[in-house]
């Protein structure tokens, strides 16, 4: 199973014998799962069910679920408010009688409010057609989850672009020769020199001790350890087939830790501008997988 995107959309439509419907799933990102339905009067029952059908395929994001439905002709009634209309009619002979002008056409008189009354004879799903509306919604639940993984793949090819830059940024700051003690006994000489008499002499071995004791305040290799770790476990989820969103959203955090740490702890502008370059993959990785389910 790849991974999957929390965002989609899917519509299905059917029909009955006296209804035609179509529902309309939509998905967006969320911590948890979420579902918010949009039910026609008197199919409040079949509720239960639609949250069950959806909480099998579904593990993360919030779902807009509506259910638009419309009777055909069998299923309703015209009831004519023959009160109504007498009324009607007793005021347009009479304001005839006062303008001198024709009474209105018969079609006039019934588009006027009141005069019919339309009634729905199904205020609520049978039994069959509870079942093919639930029918329906599986199916839209189906290419929901198909349009979700599609959008995944993208996000896969994406995040594993991202790891395998952020690969090579960790890869170029562990190999910067800066990092020795030899470059930091250099730096070393060369600051003290630019601070004193350049014609005092320096105890060597002074020296090495103190550009060692720097080296090891500054030194990045558990940093660089931690941050190829991470990097092979984003490359595992990716490829785990099940859910992964929460995991990979933590693992982010992680990687920016390292991150952080390894440019605070950077002597020289190569190892900070790699790890500058690695905050910025990092935020660009957290912001991709805020969209995995």
């Not at 941050?227 to 969103?245: C, M, N, Q």
Request: charged share 30%; with cysteine.
């Amino acid at each position: 199973m790849p991974i999957c995107s929390m965002t989609g959309f899917a519509r299905v439509e059917g029909s009955s014998a006296v209804a035609n419907w179509y529902w309309e799933l939509r998905s967006v990102n969320g911590k948890g799962f979420d579902m918010r339905l949009r039910l026609p009067y008197g199919f409040e029952s079949l509720e239960p069910k639609l949250r069950q059908l959806a909480q099998a395929k579904l593990t993360r994001g919030t779902l807009h679920a509506s259910l638009n439905l419309s009777r055909t002709s069998s299923a309703v009634k015209v009831n004519l408010n023959e009160p109504v209309l007498n009324q009607v009619i007793a005021a347009a002979k009479r304001a005839t009688e006062l303008t001198g002008g024709e009474m209105p056409p018969v079609a006039s008189l019934l588009s006027l409010r009141g005069v019919l009354e339309i009634e729905d004879q199904e205020t609520g799903a049978s039994s069959d057609e509870s079942e093919a509306l639930l029918a329906d919604f599986d199916k839209a639940l189906d290419e929901l989850v198909q349009a979700r993984a599609s959008e995944g793949q993208r996000l896969n090819t994406i995040i594993e672009d991202l790891v395998a830059e952020i690969e090579r940024l960790t890869n170029q700051a562990e190999s910067s020769p800066a990092r020795t003690p030899e470059a930091i006994r250099a730096k070393l000489s060369a600051s003290i020199s630019r601070l004193v008499d350049t014609e005092q002499s320096f105890d060597p071995d002074r020296l090495h001790q103190e550009a060692v004791l720097i080296a090891t305040r500054t030194d990045i290799e558990e940093e660089l350890k931690r941050l190829k770790a991470h990097i092979e476990a984003a490359r595992d989820l990716l490829h785990t087939g099940k859910p992964v969103g929460r995991r990979f959203d933590f693992l982010a955090q992680e990687f920016q830790r390292e991150a952080n740490t390894l440019c605070s702890k950077s002597n020289d502008a190569t190892v900070t501008e790699a790890g500058l370059a690695l905050k910025v993959k990092i935020d660009q990785l957290r912001e991709q997988v805020q969209n995995l389910e």
